[in-house]
């Protein structure tokens, strides 16, 4: 974004309460006043137990080899439990039976906040036309599952898969 959403003029970099960000320049009290505070977009993921194994699946634009959660933008209205259920029987076409919170996550080189699940899912395993393929993984190699960039190591898989098995 190069101009103002509100009075179109041009943004320029501002220091404001600490952090550079890009603000109008008209910003005296009597002028404009917009700040683009670059907000992280908040996505819902979901880790998906099912039938005892784990599934993971590859988007049709990631690299060959490159499995993940499933997940997607909250839409407006939705809570982040609900909106990880429809991106489930969306994405893969499988019915949640059980949602669990994990934990947060920040993921700053898309700018968003990663808002994790455990979800208990049945039914068979239909992929949208988003994804290309998946993959079934048993607890430990879920454990010991290499998420690249995303940086979910071992500890996280570890503490994703126990608070699905409780």
């Known amino acids: 974004m190069k101009y103002c959403p509100q ?6 970099l501002q220091v404001i309460d600490g952090v550079e960000r890009r603000a109008c320049s008209q910003s005296s009290a009597k002028e404009c006043g917009f700040v683009d505070w670059n907000n992280p977009t908040p996505v819902a993921a979901a880790l998906i137990e099912i039938n005892g194994k784990y599934l993971l699946a590859r988007n049709h634009a990631w690299p060959a080899g490159f499995f993940s959660l499933i997940s997607g933008f909250i839409e407006a209205g939705e809570s982040p439990e609900i ?13 949640a039976v059980s949602t669990h919170f994990i934990g947060h996550f920040p993921f700053p080189a898309m700018n968003q906040l990663i808002i994790a699940f455990g979800v208990k899912a049945e039914g068979e395993i239909q992929l949208n036309e988003e994804l290309l393929e998946y993959k079934l993984l048993s607890k430990e190699e879920l454990a010991n599952y290499d998420f690249g960039m995303l940086k979910l190591g071992r500890l996280v898989a570890d503490k994703w898969a126990a608070q699905l098995c409780s």
């Open 83 to 95: 909106s990880i259920e429809r991106e489930v029987m969306e994405e893969v076409g499988l019915k």
């Open 7 to 12: 009075c179109a003029s041009l943004l320029v």
